[in-house]
């Protein structure tokens, strides 16, 4: 209660230290970044398990396990949330401050990091404040609290086992993994732009972090620093994860379960359940397919199975309407843009799929959830189906991106 009545004096007398000007940018961003909030966090949102947990998953299910049932107690009450957060403070590792000097987590106030404890600078204090996005923000804040650190003291207690004092470089190296691969890229340049980054994407922090991820950045800087202890650990991490990864595709195709191969088709990296398309890989499959249709020059038709190019032979002009690479990066930057920046470039420019938006289309991508979005393309298609909406709310609520197996024609 201390440090809640002190975080709300300091937010107090920040805001009375503004000028009017300040003050209006600060209500309009907090109303814009409202959409963000409630697109991506309502009632049975348990995303950061699937998204951001993907990795950790994978590489080290037992812990993402443990955390989800941490997760579970903070959704259900805020007293529940604190009492992780204690347990969180009495561990060896926040008392004599090695989780704050390894850069891993900022101090707990009121049971989150920091000033607010937000992945993403959303800039919106009030949204969090409605039930339902409160509980579900005190899941994320929880899961990914736990989860951290977590990683964090199991890849300690491997470096101790070689040397009982660690170098400092050794732990910032595993912590700055940590939060790369759960969604929070620690990079400095991106930490100082972000205010501004945050006003026209999505998540920025949860896009690096992809890309991050996805090219083993976490890996090749421990090596480059010399940290070998920390790049074994994080080698060693990529291995299961691959190898569960090959697991789950191997047992798919026992059971006869599709999962998309094609590298540049719109479902790459999904496994196929009943009618639909699962994702358990975060967001790392999207930069794939993105880089693979550049380097290819061309997708894989989902209606026919074809190939569609997207640049033209030599001496020979691509058909009329066809989608070209310029198109392929339009519409990758327009699916990571914040809600209002994206609803407005579809009203004005029609969706990726080149298809007339109205206002109203416009206005419930804005503000509707991710998951009710899912789940009225699909009512829309192919009409009311009570069985198949709970696999996609699940898939969504867990994380696993869902997608109706419904294509536009053209």
């Not at 939060?179 to 026209?200: E, I």
């Not at 009570?386 to 969504?396: C, N």
């Amino acid at each position: 209660k201390v440090a809640e009545a002190w975080r709300k004096a300091k937010k107090q007398f920040e805001w009375e230290g503004k000028t009017k000007l300040e003050k209006a940018y600060a209500i309009a961003a907090g109303s814009a970044n409202a959409s963000r909030v409630i697109l991506t966090n309502f009632v049975l949102d348990f995303s950061a398990f699937g998204r951001q947990g993907w990795f950790v998953l994978h590489s080290r299910p037992t812990v993402a396990v443990k955390a989800a049932k941490e997760m579970f107690k903070a959704w259900s009450s805020k007293e529940g949330q604190l009492a992780v957060a204690e347990q969180i403070k009495s561990r060896k590792n926040y008392q004599d401050g090695t989780y704050f000097k390894a850069k891993l987590i900022k101090p707990l106030e009121g049971g989150v990091e920091g000033s607010g404890g937000r992945e993403e600078m959303t800039n919106s204090d009030w949204i969090h404040k409605v039930w339902g996005i409160r509980a579900s923000a005190r899941a994320y804040d929880t899961f990914m609290l736990v989860l951290r650190c977590d990683v964090f003291d199991m890849a300690q207690a491997q470096m101790a086992r070689h040397t009982p004092n660690i170098p400092l470089s050794e732990l910032q190296s595993i912590a700055y993994y940590i939060n790369t691969v759960t969604g929070r890229y620690p990079g400095k340049r991106l930490q100082s732009a972000g205010p501004f980054l945050n006003t026209w994407l999505l998540a920025p922090k949860f896009v690096a972090s992809n890309w991050s991820t996805g090219a083993g950045v976490p890996l090749w800087r421990a090596m480059r620093k010399g940290d070998k202890m920390a790049a074994k650990i994080i080698a060693q991490d990529y291995v299961k994860s691959a190898a569960t990864i090959m697991s789950l595709i191997g047992l798919a195709s026992m059971f006869g379960v599709d999962f998309e191969r094609r590298l540049t088709h719109r479902n790459f990296g999904s496994f196929k359940i009943g009618d639909d398309w699962i994702s358990p890989f975060g967001g790392i499959p999207s930069v794939y397919t993105f880089i693979g249709r550049l380097v290819c020059g061309g997708r894989v038709d989902p209606n026919t199975g074809g190939w569609r190019p997207s640049r033209a032979k030599k001496g020979e002009k691509l058909k009329y309407g066809s989608q070209t690479s310029w198109d392929d990066v339009k519409d990758y930057i327009a699916g990571k843009l914040h809600p209002w920046p994206r609803g407005t470039f579809e009203k004005m420019f029609g969706d990726q799929f080149g298809n007339y938006v109205s206002w109203g289309e416009a206005l419930t991508n804005m503000y509707a959830p991710i998951t009710a979005q899912t789940v009225v393309d699909a009512w829309a298609a192919e009409g009311f189906d009570p069985a198949r909406f709970a696999k996609l709310v699940g898939a969504e609520g867990a994380g696993f991106g869902a997608k109706p197996n419904v294509y536009p024609k053209n």
